[in-house]
């Protein structure tokens, strides 16, 4: 299946320059639809996200409190009050588990995280209860760079 490509949205990560964000730094833009992950010298990692539908979204300082691959997914009272129908725990590695390849816990009150998908056309689009999705080799690649304690600045 070719992925759903949305007006303005890259399908890559790309290195930009020019964004003042401090290296070892996420910052996602919700309205932007991006993720950035601060190289230093003003560079930075930049990747296409999903983020959450209207009403879903949120801001703030946050930092990333766990790493997993291939997470089981557990369904949020939310989420299973919308859809009551669904399985409540989808195991990791299943092709219907909606976290993907792997999966950056975030601080805070709420179960958000940054991960992957099974729904790579999502990419791009507000689509979310307000978890940050993003291509499954961007996740790896983000995985791969990134620690526990690693500083997440969410903005509008």
Same mark, same amino acid.
């Given at each position: 299946?070719?992925?759903?490509?949305?007006?303005?949205?890259?399908?890559?990560?790309?290195?930009?320059?020019? /964004?003042?964000?401090?290296? !070892?730094?996420?910052? #996602?833009?919700?309205?932007?639809?991006?993720?950035?992950?601060?190289?230093?010298? !003003?560079?930075?990692?930049? =990747?296409?996200?999903?983020?959450?539908?209207?009403?879903?979204?949120? @801001?703030?300082?946050? =930092?990333?409190?766990?790493?997993?691959?291939?997470?089981?997914?557990?369904? @949020?009272?939310?989420?299973?009050?919308?859809?009551?129908?669904? /399985?409540?725990?989808?195991?990791?590695?299943?092709?219907?588990?909606?976290?993907?390849?792997?999966?950056?816990?975030?601080?805070?009150?709420?179960?958000?995280?940054?991960?992957? @998908?099974?729904?790579?056309?999502? #990419?791009?689009?507000?689509?979310?209860?307000?978890?940050?999705?993003?291509?499954?080799?961007?996740?790896?690649?983000?995985?791969?760079?990134?620690?526990?304690? @690693? &500083?997440?600045?969410? &903005?509008?």
């Amino acid at each position: 299946m070719a992925a759903l490509m949305w007006p303005g949205i890259s399908s890559a990560k790309q290195i930009v320059s020019g /964004t003042g964000i401090s290296g !070892g730094t996420i910052v #996602i833009s919700m309205s932007e639809r991006r993720l950035y992950l601060g190289l230093g010298n !003003g560079k930075a990692v930049q =990747y296409p996200v999903g983020v959450g539908k209207r009403g879903r979204q949120w @801001t703030g300082n946050r =930092y990333i409190k766990r790493k997993a691959k291939k997470p089981a997914w557990r369904a @949020t009272p939310d989420i299973l009050k919308d859809k009551p129908n669904l /399985t409540e725990v989808i195991p990791g590695g299943s092709p219907r588990n909606p976290m993907g390849a792997a999966a950056l816990l975030i601080s805070g009150s709420g179960q958000y995280a940054i991960h992957g @998908t099974n729904r790579p056309e999502s #990419i791009g689009g507000y689509v979310s209860y307000g978890c940050i999705r993003m291509h499954n080799r961007d996740i790896m690649d983000l995985y791969s760079r990134v620690g526990v304690g @690693t &500083r997440v600045i969410v &903005r509008q």
